[in-house]
């Protein structure tokens, strides 16, 4: 089965990279563990927080390949071995969290606080501004390459 692509246009040139972008976000885990957050601190700034309660910083591994941020966690469970649970609702099982970021953002740094995951982004300011283009005549272009051996009158 083929897929249609709406970066099929003539006038959607460059965008590859996104439509491969598209493509990983929507292969990505729909598993909801372990919840998040994510909030824009200031203009530039945006924090995920991921509540990763009974994991010790040793147990989570945070890498950024390319544009995606890809936590993992992961603890053995030998201190449970001898306990015997009569409800068991706090999850520790291993997890994978990837998020795709955007050209530009910069991981700034990553903490731990009372069960909570912290990694701070920052934006880069974007500063659209227009851009004259100057149209060069092509005949003048053929002139300047021509070599002059001097003997023009």
């Known amino acids: 089965m083929s897929r249609m692509s709406v ?3 003539p ?4 965008f ?3 439509e491969r972008t598209i493509d990983r ?9 372990p919840p998040y957050n994510i909030e824009q601190t200031s203009p530039n700034s945006i924090r995920i927080t991921i509540a990763v309660a009974g994991f010790k910083k040793n147990d989570l591994d945070i890498s950024l390949e390319g544009n995606q941020l890809q936590i993992r966690g992961g603890r ?3 201190n449970d071995a001898d306990r015997i649970f009569i409800h068991r609702g706090i999850a520790t099982r291993q997890f994978q969290r990837n998020f795709i970021l955007a050209e530009g953002i910069e991981v700034e ?3 731990m606080d009372n069960g909570l995951l912290f990694i701070d982004l920052s934006q ?3 500063n659209e501004e227009s851009k004259k283009i100057e149209i060069k005549d092509k005949n003048n272009k053929i002139k ?3 070599i002059s051996l001097g003997n023009e009158k």
């Open 76 to 78: 053995e469970d030998n």
């Open 7 to 9: 970066f099929n246009s």
């Open 109 to 111: 740094e990553a903490s």
């Open 124 to 126: 880069p300011i974007n």
């Open 144 to 146: 300047d390459k021509i």
């Open 25 to 33: 976000i929507s292969k990505l885990s729909s598993d909801a563990y």
């Open 11 to 14: 006038f959607l040139l460059g």
């Open 16 to 18: 590859d990279q996104f």
